[in-house]
């Protein structure tokens, strides 16, 4: 016996059933009579077995059919319980923007002003903000873990992202308060060149070489202290002398803690944190939405 049913054979098996009438059972399931009489000797072929005793008196369940009906029943109960779960979720991810993040934008509030713009919009929304290892330059949008997110540039893989620039700042460079050069009130970057850097891991791509400041080093490698993959990890292995690090002026309160302060650095390119989004999902309400919030707040701050 083959058990390869579709759904809908059953469905119309249980209506004839419910209704003994082939008519009558057509007419809830708004097909034809001759139709639904087709498909259900389809299924009885399909299934080896008469489930109708069909005569000038009228229909009834044979044996098999009367075996048969509480089982159909279930099946259809289940699928339309896991079509209404399905249909659930997908109401719920259209109505749930995912906002990913790395470091998160602490830039003058600016990230309780965009949701609120953002939720004053769209009041049925739902906003998660999910939190994303410095390994993923892109905040969980590469991989779809992420909606939009809030990222530096470059990204590796930039053609499959459009954005919003939230700041475009200049760079200072981290550094314990013990080190030589933290008495200046502004260094050149030569004087950087032979100093150990922190760097992000090696998956970050560009944006590791970006924050190397590989195009002013004139094709010199740079030296290597640590790696590092948070704000808390970045932190740790300045204060322990590790090495010196780029930071643009928005994150500095992020890192001059106890033991590591900050200095302007000259000949290297200011910095771009931006709100990103993949470009196939430009047209999606939320989406927009989210990124026209973020416009009006960065416009006025």
């Known amino acids: 016996m083959t058990m390869d049913v579709h759904v809908r054979d059953l469905r119309y098996f249980v209506a004839v059933a419910e209704d003994m009438h082939f008519t009558r059972a057509a007419e809830r399931l708004y097909v034809s009579q001759p139709a639904l009489s087709k498909q259900v000797r389809a299924l009885e072929r399909q299934l080896g077995v008469e489930l109708f005793r069909r005569d000038r008196h009228g229909?009834?369940?044979?044996?098999?059919?009367?075996?048969?009906?509480?089982?159909?029943?279930?099946?259809?109960?289940?699928?339309?319980?896991?079509?209404?779960?399905v249909e659930s979720a997908r109401a719920a991810q259209r109505s749930t923007l995912v906002v990913g993040m790395s470091t998160s934008p602490v830039r003058g509030g600016l990230l309780p002003a965009i949701r609120s713009r953002f939720t004053v919009a769209n009041p049925e929304a739902v906003v998660r903000l999910r939190q994303v290892n410095w390994e993923d330059p892109?905040?969980?949008?590469?991989?779809?873990?992420?909606?939009?997110?809030?990222?530096?540039?470059?990204?590796?893989?930039?053609?499959?992202?459009?954005?919003?620039?939230?700041?475009e700042e200049p760079l200072l460079v981290a550094l314990p308060e013990t080190h030589p050069l933290a008495g200046r009130t502004e260094i050149d970057f030569a004087d950087l060149l032979d100093e150990p850097f922190l760097a992000l891991p090696e998956s970050t791509g560009p944006l590791r070489d970006y924050w190397l400041a590989l195009d002013a080093r004139d094709g010199r490698p740079p030296r290597i202290g640590a790696e590092i993959a948070s704000t808390e990890e970045t932190y740790e292995a300045l204060a322990a002398g590790l090495g010196v690090c780029l930071v643009a002026e928005g994150n500095v309160p992020l890192l001059t803690l106890g033991g590591v302060t900050a200095r302007p650095v000259r000949g290297v390119t200011p910095s771009r944190y931006v709100l990103a989004w993949r470009r196939e999902d430009g047209r999606r309400p939320l989406v927009r939405a989210y990124a026209e919030a973020c416009r009006r707040v960065t416009e006025r701050a």
């Open 59 to 85: 229909v009834a369940l044979t044996g098999a059919g009367t075996a048969l009906l509480p089982h159909a029943r279930r099946v259809l109960a289940d699928w339309a319980e896991g079509a209404a779960a």
């Open 138 to 167: 892109t905040a969980g949008l590469a991989d779809g873990a992420a909606d939009v997110a809030f990222v530096w540039l470059p990204l590796p893989g930039q053609d499959r992202f459009a954005w919003t620039v939230v700041a």
